[in-house]
């Protein structure tokens, strides 16, 4: 396979798994599939854009004036994923801080040297590392404003990988008690299959670069057998002092297979790995739609407050 058929490869691999992604995202219900499925965007055209744009944080997140209650001691901080921004959090936002947390998300990894990364609203496509110092220099405008020490984070999909190279390589470790993984990236995707079918495997460098031109660097550095994953993976999963909470689904259509993304427990770590479905065997939420889900907010919210008394399959 030359040079030129696996840019085109990568570029038509990238459209079809991409395909809609970039629509205005719909609210599924419990166990509506065909929802699901078309807020993930596996049916219908590309879009324009991601809409909304991530321009108005969540109802309830971003009160920099909030202070956390002795209850909820920490400040939750919500991480996004690839083509993704802040708004993928306007479900569960305002219920954190309805619960009384005092909640908090941003934008990172604007990139628009990609065609996505190009379209409005569409964040996490720059360098991996990169927006991890975009979440270092957050959190600790987040820690400043309440006067805490530490925070909890979500990180959904790149949001949990991203996290951990925070933890990992850009001082985080010491400031987050708790990070909670929902469908992260945490050893890569096959990209629904496609990587398999590359002769040279995933890390064809050819590909990889058609794949970068359409999608962007961070699409590429979390394909399974990336230089990348290699890196953040080589000292181990996890790092000392941090409670993980991993949330895995059956439905996972993007972090696949969906097991890869569980994390194994290394010194001085605390790892707590799930199914989505061990809690309500009829979730049918896909990975784009995840952080909707009423199963997946009910882990989260008992991940963070073990005494937290709720409904896990409504």
């Given amino acids: ?165 925070y933890l990992r390589f850009a001082g985080g470790a010491d400031k987050v008690d708790h990070l909670i993984s929902l469908a992260g990236t945490n050893h890569g995707s096959t990209m629904r299959g496609v990587a398999g079918r590359i002769p040279s495997g995933s890390a064809d460098s050819a590909f990889s670069a058609g794949l970068t031109e359409i999608a962007g660097t961070a699409a590429t550095q979390q394909l399974v057998g990336s230089d990348y994953l290699r890196d953040i993976n080589a000292a181990g999963d996890t790092d000392p002092g941090i409670t993980y909470t991993v949330i895995a689904s059956t439905h996972d259509d993007a972090s696949t297979p969906p097991e890869a993304t569980f994390l194994q427990t290394g010194p001085g770590a605390t790892v707590d790995n799930v199914w989505v479905q061990d809690f309500c065997a009829t979730d049918t939420f896909e990975h784009a739609v995840l952080p909707q889900s009423p199963t997946v907010a009910y882990i989260i919210k008992k991940a963070l407050d073990p005494d937290y008394t709720g409904t896990a399959c409504p």
């Avoid at 744009?53 to 969540?58: N, R």
Wanted: glycine letters at 12%; proline letters at 7%; charged letters at 15%.
């Fill in 1 to 165: 396979m030359n040079t030129r058929w696996r840019r085109l490869t990568a570029a038509g691999a990238a459209a079809g798994i991409l395909t809609g992604i970039c629509a205005p995202g719909a609210q599924a219900q419990p166990g509506d599939t065909q929802s699901a499925t078309a807020a993930n965007g596996i049916a219908g055209p590309p879009g324009v854009g991601k809409d909304p744009d991530g321009s108005v944080p969540p109802e309830g997140s971003d009160d920099w004036t909030c202070q956390p209650a002795a209850a909820h001691p920490r400040p939750v901080v919500l991480v996004h994923g690839t083509w993704g921004n802040q708004n993928d959090w306007n479900v569960l936002a305002p219920q954190l801080k309805t619960e009384g947390y005092c909640v908090f998300s941003l934008n990172y990894g604007r990139d628009t040297a990609s065609v996505l990364g190009a379209l409005p609203g569409m964040y996490g496509v720059g360098d991996i590392r990169r927006s991890a110092e975009e979440l270092a220099a957050f959190v600790d405008r987040v820690r400043a404003a309440t006067h805490s020490a530490k925070v909890d984070l979500v990180g959904h999909s790149q949001g949990a990988l991203m996290s951990r190279h």
